[in-house]
Protein backbone atom coordinates (compact mmCIF):
# COMPACT_ATOMS: atom_id res chain seq x y z
CA UNK A 1 0.00 0.00 0.00
CA UNK A 2 1.31 3.43 -1.09
CA UNK A 3 1.46 5.66 2.04
CA UNK A 4 2.27 9.44 2.35
CA UNK A 5 1.43 10.49 -1.34
CA UNK A 6 2.23 13.90 -2.80
CA UNK A 7 2.44 15.41 -5.64
CA UNK A 8 2.76 18.51 -7.54
CA UNK A 9 3.27 20.13 -10.75
CA UNK A 10 6.65 20.21 -12.87
CA UNK A 11 5.88 23.73 -14.22
CA UNK A 12 4.86 27.10 -12.95
CA UNK A 13 1.48 28.01 -12.79
CA UNK A 14 0.12 24.27 -14.06
CA UNK A 15 0.36 26.04 -17.94
CA UNK A 16 1.46 22.18 -19.06
CA UNK A 17 0.20 18.73 -17.76
CA UNK A 18 3.25 17.11 -15.64
CA UNK A 19 3.60 16.21 -11.93
CA UNK A 20 5.91 15.10 -9.79
CA UNK A 21 5.32 12.92 -7.08
CA UNK A 22 6.99 10.87 -3.76
CA UNK A 23 5.30 8.38 -1.46
CA UNK A 24 6.55 5.35 0.62
CA UNK A 25 6.04 1.70 0.29
CA UNK A 26 7.10 -0.60 1.75
CA UNK A 27 8.76 1.55 4.18
CA UNK A 28 10.91 2.84 0.99
CA UNK A 29 10.50 6.44 -0.65
CA UNK A 30 9.94 6.45 -4.16
CA UNK A 31 10.41 9.58 -6.53
CA UNK A 32 8.89 9.63 -10.43
CA UNK A 33 7.32 12.38 -12.83
CA UNK A 34 3.82 11.70 -13.97
CA UNK A 35 3.50 12.77 -17.80
CA UNK A 36 0.61 13.74 -19.79
CA UNK A 37 0.25 10.65 -21.48
CA UNK A 38 -0.33 8.20 -18.16
CA UNK A 39 3.27 7.23 -18.11
CA UNK A 40 6.09 7.33 -15.22
CA UNK A 41 9.35 8.48 -15.32
CA UNK A 42 11.18 6.83 -12.18
CA UNK A 43 13.97 9.49 -10.28
CA UNK A 44 14.46 7.19 -7.39
CA UNK A 45 15.00 3.33 -8.13
CA UNK A 46 12.79 1.64 -9.66
CA UNK A 47 10.20 -0.59 -7.69
CA UNK A 48 10.74 -4.57 -7.94
CA UNK A 49 8.73 -5.97 -11.14
CA UNK A 50 6.63 -8.44 -9.22
CA UNK A 51 5.37 -4.32 -7.37
CA UNK A 52 5.48 -2.35 -10.32
CA UNK A 53 2.59 -2.76 -12.02
CA UNK A 54 0.69 -2.80 -8.81
CA UNK A 55 1.87 0.80 -7.74
CA UNK A 56 1.55 2.27 -11.66
CA UNK A 57 -2.26 1.41 -11.04
CA UNK A 58 -1.97 3.08 -7.72
CA UNK A 59 -0.18 6.05 -8.80
CA UNK A 60 -2.91 6.27 -11.86
CA UNK A 61 -5.86 6.12 -9.64
CA UNK A 62 -4.48 8.53 -7.45
CA UNK A 63 -3.59 10.89 -9.97
CA UNK A 64 -7.31 10.53 -11.79
CA UNK A 65 -8.72 11.42 -7.84
CA UNK A 66 -6.50 14.15 -7.39
CA UNK A 67 -5.95 16.27 -10.86
CA UNK A 68 -8.54 15.59 -13.11
CA UNK A 69 -11.94 15.36 -11.03
Do not use: A
Not at 3 to 9: E, G, T
Not at 20 to 47: A, M, Q, R, V
Amino acid sequence: MIQHFQYKSLYENNQLPGWGFSFYFKGIKLTGNYLKNGDIEWTSPKPSKEDEEKIRQYIHDLMLFHVYE
